[in-house]
């Protein structure tokens, strides 16, 4: 899903919180600028630095929304937003949502309005949701979902009809459903059944044109490599086939328009170390089968972000874990595969440092990434980059 990015959560709060203590220092200390080959430079920001941000592409506009800009404050959270055109190279701050600060929330696109749902707050309340429309640059709450206990970490993809939200169930809300559509015009909310696989979160959903694809994640022990896909026109959910993936968490997955190709992500080993992966698979609704991919030529890592560019996938950013130790590694480069011929190639060296909580859209010309350098002392500064992509050959060449 393109709007998560969303979305699937890095658990954003407690990793700005240990990145500012134990992060390691990025291996260039300013934040670049200017153009560097296929790479251009997003200017700053016009509002405090933040991680945990959702983001979405209007078409013409990258919206960034909520997150936390003050990690180890009283009041963390943030309910502001903005919106950068790439056209002019400018952002411009949106208008003040009715919304309470938060995180973990997601954020989908309808084509007319972004749809903000779910989070944690930063005080006592409940999180709800609005719509902002960009044109108007004006907010509506959207209608009560009538589930008593927030949600944060879920997934949210739009249908061309219906936000669906699943997952990230709270413990002790056993009787509340674990997924539910939301339809716009109408402003009402309707459960959907229960799926044939257990809650979980940090895991993946994509929307394929017919159905949703949910696959992976899980709370701590146990880990899931199983998946469902959900059809929201029959109202009925059907189990994936196994696939050749090990269980893990904090992966990636995007639709091609053919197949959901799943990469990366982690599994815990204990409870302060994880074990990371660089492999990925690819699954075909059409046939209910799984392929493995060829192998990527960077690192393992987690809580990357991926978007699909019409011919080929990028992978970008990250995290892993110092081994031996909890402490937290940014990533700052990337690779783009080519399911056509399933091979992989290195993006060229990119201006950004090493950073948390990068999320990245693509536009039709460009991937826009953008995400939060940690300093010292819970010093926050935001970096983001266009990357252009160039034909195969000539990524191949450069690279």
Known sequence: MTATHGAVALFVLGLLLVACQDAQPPESPNTPSGESGPWSIIPELPLLPRGGHSTVWTGQEMIIWGGVDNPGKEDPFSAEGAAYNPSTQRWRVIAEAPLLARWGHSAVWTGEEMIVWGGSLDRLGKAGGAAYDPIADTWRMIADSGLRWERRSHTAVWTGKEMIIWGARPSDAKEEPVG????????????????????????????????????????????????????????????????????RGEHSAVWTGKEMIVWGGSAPLDVRLFTHFSDGAAYDPATNSWRLIAEAPISARRGHTAVWMGNQMIVWGGTRHISGSDSVKPLADGAAYDPATDQWVRLPESPLPPSLGYTAVWTGEQVLIWGVLVGDYDLLRNVGAAYKPASAAALSAMA
């Open 180 to 247: 539910l559509a939301y339809d716009p015009p109408s402003d009402t909310w309707r459960p959907i059944p229960e799926a044939p696989i257990a809650d979980r979160a940090g895991h993946t959903a994509i929307w394929t044109g017919e159905e949703m694809i949910i696959w992976g994640g899980g709370r701590g022990e146990p880990i899931y490599s199983d998946g469902a896909a959900y059809d929201p026109v029959t109202d009925t959910w059907r189990l994936l086939p196994p696939s050749p993936l090990a269980p």
